[in-house]
């Protein structure tokens, strides 16, 4: 098994940028695939990006897509979330996930990962 452990959150003010971390420890990261997931309050869990195993094939969903970076430094066993021109709409508690996949596959459904980092808190404020 693989544990998560996210970092990085914060207060940020509009049009700022946080870059969140998630270190791996147990198992090599090398062999899962990874997303980044958020919550906010009220709202169900969404997808934001992910990775393959390489890092050579990204995803993102719409709203993040030219303004988030996702990657991954597989010796440092971490996967990253670069954050930039945070929004107010921004804010929420950002989850990593890791799954066992095949080399390029990238995941974007959360019940695609088994496994889940507690959440970090971002707060973007206009």
């Known amino acids: 098994q693989v544990q998560l452990v996210e970092s990085g959150g914060g207060l940020v003010q509009a049009g700022g940028s946080l870059r969140l971390s998630c270190a791996a420890s147990?198992?090599?990261?090398?062999?899962?695939?990874m997303g980044w997931f958020r919550q906010a309050p009220g709202k169900e869990r969404e997808f934001v990006a992910s990775?393959?195993?390489?890092?050579?094939?990204?995803r993102y969903a719409d709203s993040v897509k030219g303004r988030f970076t996702i990657s991954r430094d597989n010796a440092a066993n971490t996967v990253y979330l670069q954050m930039t021109s945070l929004e107010p709409e921004d804010t929420a508690i950002y989850y990593c996930a890791a799954q066992q996949a095949a080399s390029f596959t990238v995941l974007v459904r959360a019940n695609s990962y088994d496994y889940w980092g507690q959440g970090t808190q971002v707060t973007v404020s206009s």
């Open positions: 147990g198992r090599t990261v090398s062999k899962y695939a």
């Open positions: 990775i393959s195993r390489s890092g050579g094939s990204t």
